[in-house]
């Protein structure tokens, strides 16, 4: 299935098929909309931010969207992340019936993957909504931390890069 997921860097040509993007039995509180994603994607273009938006492809539909970029400091950033560069996974939405496939981990994975290729290696911030327990099993699965630190109702999540062998 994965040989058939493919990551683009996205451009305005893509737009409206991530804005077509079905989510809607995921509630806002939850994960940002497409609409949201894309005004992030275009906020970093603007102000020269490093990082990348990817749509997310199968057999040439757009199914999902991920927002990797570089985390500009907010005053509820965890403490051990301040004075830190650092990437923050802005927003990734898949397509409902794409879900619980593998294609999420693939994408996410290849995302970290490219932007530590493109703009090297550094730790990843998130937040997940306190309520959110399918999102929160999922980030533990690929290596995030589950951190005390809160921001409005989201938990901060956080992930090291691994150390060489």
Not at 28 to 40: K, M, S
Not at 51 to 77: K, M, N, Q, R, S
Not at 88 to 98: A, I, Q, W
């Amino acid at each position: 299935m994965h040989e058939r997921i493919i990551l683009r860097i996205l451009d305005e040509s893509q737009e409206e098929a991530v804005r077509a993007i079905r989510r809607e039995d995921v509630i806002e509180d939850f994960v940002d909309t497409a609409e949201t994603i894309l005004e992030l994607h275009h906020y970093g273009k603007e102000h020269g931010c490093l990082g990348h938006t990817f749509a997310i492809y199968a057999d040439g539909i757009c199914i999902g969207v991920l927002l990797l970029g570089e985390a500009i400091p907010w005053e509820t950033d965890p403490p051990e992340m301040q004075g830190m560069p650092f990437y923050r996974l802005m927003g990734f939405v898949l397509d409902k019936t794409y879900r619980g496939k593998g294609i999420g981990a693939y994408a996410l994975e290849e995302a970290i993957q490219w932007c530590y290729r493109d703009f090297g290696v550094r730790p990843i911030a998130l937040g997940v909504h306190r309520d959110n327990h399918r999102a929160e099993a999922f980030y533990l699965r690929h290596g995030f931390r589950k951190t005390e630190a809160m921001e409005g109702n989201d938990y901060y999540f956080l992930r090291y890069p691994q150390k060489e062998k």
